[in-house]
């Protein structure tokens, strides 16, 4: 798996912070990893304390977390779709 897509959704979600589209931890971009997995942030952390790779890989049919040690974001429903 390619760490580079998660280095960029990580600077996605650091670009959202810096333009001021976020509010405390709330707001975040996914990235598609494949037909069946797409990954985002964990929920309520600042991304000044994780890494990319700390970002969850979720199963968009079921919308499980498959891998990460974080719960993901809770907005992880509206991006599943």
């Known amino acids: 798996m390619s ?5 960029d959704c990580y600077r996605a979600n650091v670009a959202l912070v810096e333009k001021g589209l976020c509010f405390q931890t709330f707001g975040n971009c996914s990235a598609r990893l ?3 997995q797409f990954i985002i942030k ?4 600042k991304l ?3 890494s ?3 970002l969850c ?9 498959v891998a990460g040690d974080l719960r993901p974001s ?6 599943q779709k």
Not at 3 to 7: C, D, G, R, Y
Not at 42 to 45: A, L
């Open 3 to 7: 760490s580079e897509i998660f280095l």
């Open 34 to 36: 494949n037909d069946s």
């Open 42 to 45: 964990p929920s309520g952390v």
């Open 48 to 50: 000044s304390d994780i």
């Open 52 to 54: 990319e790779k700390d």
């Open 57 to 65: 890989i979720i199963d968009i049919q079921s919308g499980r977390m």
């Open 74 to 79: 809770s907005d992880t429903p509206t991006h």
